[in-house]
């Protein structure tokens, strides 16, 4: 899996129904941080992804929960998931 250098979305529909699931799919880079924030607001539930590979990944993971909390509704679902990929 490659990392993300920008943010791309993904729409399911379901027939005859408004989209049920829409992934947004963001990178972690600082020059994007002010995109990533203003999805927050609108989310039901954040996927934050690290690489077990990286230590560096997972101990950026308390700064991105720290902006949830601030940004995100109070409602919001967090799951953390860890990757590990072997295409490198």
């Known amino acids: 899996m490659r990392q993300t250098e ?6 399911d529909y379901l027939i005859y129904s408004f989209p049920q699931l829409q992934i947004w799919d963001t990178a972690g880079q600082e ?7 203003s999805y927050y607001r609108s ?12 230590e560096d990944s997972f ?14 509704n109070n409602q919001v679902v967090t799951i953390l998931v860890g990757e590990y990929s072997s295409f490198n």
């Open 59 to 72: 101990r950026c993971l308390p700064e991105w929960l720290r902006e949830i909390e601030q940004y995100a």
């Open 31 to 37: 020059r994007f941080r002010s995109i990533t924030q």
């Open 6 to 11: 920008s943010c791309s979305d993904f729409t």
């Open 43 to 54: 989310a039901n539930a954040l996927i934050l992804t690290y690489d077990i590979t990286c």
